[in-house]
């Protein structure tokens, strides 16, 4: 009974994968029909005096949106090609696969701002406003007698698990978690498939038309990736790292005080693997991450299920809650932890609605958590994947915190 859920699974995991996949593939044909045709069709429809009012590099400039459309393409292809063979897919069979939605059309355009961010020497600046600080938590835990293990959930396409290996060296096991499969398709193919650094030149804003002083900002390149990932490994004889795919509480929670829902299930499975991680991790690192669920506490009591006693919590991130302005809802179920069965069903949740502050989500730490604040640092600007030449438009203002659970 149970190996038939397992294989179903399965089934429908590499089933979403292929879908993932298709969205990248189909991208040129979406980008070119959503952002480059209505353009083209607006110009159209000016009046000949309005043309000739327009800048003369214009329909040039238009043009362009097409062809850097077209090498983002490349790239995603080549992340296709490459994630397809390590997961056993056939691409002969790519007409049979699931039509991805529009929403994961639209990811797959939005999705290369997170390339740039993790993955291009023009984002370094805003990576080591993290990095510098867990440079110095490192430098202040020193030396343990045993290896350190760092959880980073939420890790987006994977660099930060990169750069916690180059900081902390031998030092660590870093174990990171996402739970999108856009994010994980294109994680498995710049931290694993052995690309040369700046082989690709990618076009991150080519599918946002605001703000821009110049066009030619808008259709800057990048280089990526802007770190060489074999030969750091090579050298450093294999970095210790792992990724672990599914929603943070699921595979890191308690398996008592949370809800059962889309992000959290009780399967036998699910309920042994995080009562393996218990008390087993020495920092979690969440980076950007607190705000983007459906409930804040179910990460507190996560995070705080996966620390050893006197493990750190570090945070940096803003708190631009991510389900504030979302109208849906689910149903979450109370389950009996000893039986399995579900006791309460509670339909018509919203997704949105547990907004806390800071200082609420650091007196829940101290005062029922049983956390001592280390180190707060409130209002430091950072960006978030954003272009060099739009430095003038507000970023973030970031928490970053240490604090310790105590013993
Ligand atoms: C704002 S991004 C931050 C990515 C990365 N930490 C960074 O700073 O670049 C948030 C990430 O968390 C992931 N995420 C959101 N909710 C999650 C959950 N419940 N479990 C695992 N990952 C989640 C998203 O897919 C996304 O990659």
Redesign the pocket.
């Known amino acids: 009974m149970e190996l038939n859920n397992e294989i179903s699974n399965e089934q429908e995991e590499l089933k979403a994968f292929r879908k993932t996949l298709l969205s990248f593939w189909q991208y040129e044909e979406f980008a070119i029909r959503e952002h480059y045709q209505p353009r083209y069709d607006k110009w159209m429809s000016l009046s000949d005096h309005q043309k000739a009012l327009l800048p003369n590099d214009y329909l040039y400039n238009l043009d362009q949106i097409k062809s850097k459309i077209h090498s983002n393409a490349e790239f995603y292809k080549d992340a296709v090609l490459s994630t397809a063979e390590t997961l056993g897919f056939d691409l002969n069979y790519l007409n049979d696969w699931e039509m991805p939605s529009t929403s994961d059309m639209n990811k797959t355009c939005s999705i290369l701002v997170?390339v740039y961010?993790?993955f291009s020497a023009a984002c370094q600046e805003e990576r080591n406003i993290?990095l510098s600080r867990i440079q110095a938590l490192l430098n202040d835990i020193g030396q343990t007698d045993d290896k350190l293990t760092i959880l980073?959930?939420?890790?987006?396409?994977g660099?930060?698990i990169v750069d916690l290996c180059i900081l902390a060296g031998s030092t660590a096991t870093v174990i990171s978690?996402?739970?999108?499969l856009?994010?994980l398709t294109l994680s498995m193919f710049l931290l694993n498939g052995n690309l040369d650094v700046n082989q690709y030149t990618i076009y991150p804003f080519i599918h946002s038309f605001s703000h821009w002083d110049m066009k030619s900002n808008q259709l800057k390149g990048y280089s990526i990736p802007d770190i060489d990932i074999s030969s750091q490994n090579q050298s450093r004889g294999g970095l210790n790292m792992e990724m672990r795919m599914?929603?943070?509480?699921?595979?890191f929670g308690p398996n008592v005080g949370i809800q059962e829902s889309s992000?959290y299930t009780v399967t036998p499975d699910m309920r042994l693997k995080r009562a393996e991680v218990e008390s087993s991790i020495d920092i979690v690192i969440?980076?950007?991450?607190i705000d983007?669920?459906f409930n804040i506490l179910d990460?507190m009591e996560t995070i705080t299920h996966a620390l050893k006693p006197g493990g750190h919590w570090v945070n940096f991130?803003p708190l631009l809650y991510?389900f504030e302005n979302d109208a849906n809802q689910e149903t979450v179920y109370e389950t009996n932890p000893y039986t399995n069965n579900r006791e309460i069903a509670k339909p018509n949740t919203p997704l949105k609605g547990l907004e806390l502050a800071t200082m609420e989500i650091l007196d829940i730490a101290t005062t029922k958590l049983n956390y001592k604040i280390k180190l707060l640092e409130q209002g430091i600007p950072s960006g978030?994947?954003k272009s060099e030449s739009l430095i003038h438009i507000p970023g973030y203002l970031c928490n970053y915190w240490v604090i310790q659970l105590q013993e």
Request: with cysteine.
């Open positions: 997170q961010r993790e993290l980073v959930p939420g890790v987006g396409i660099r930060l978690n996402e739970y999108s856009h994010m599914g929603s943070f509480a699921d595979c992000q969440t980076n950007f991450f983007t669920g990460y991130g991510h978030y994947g």
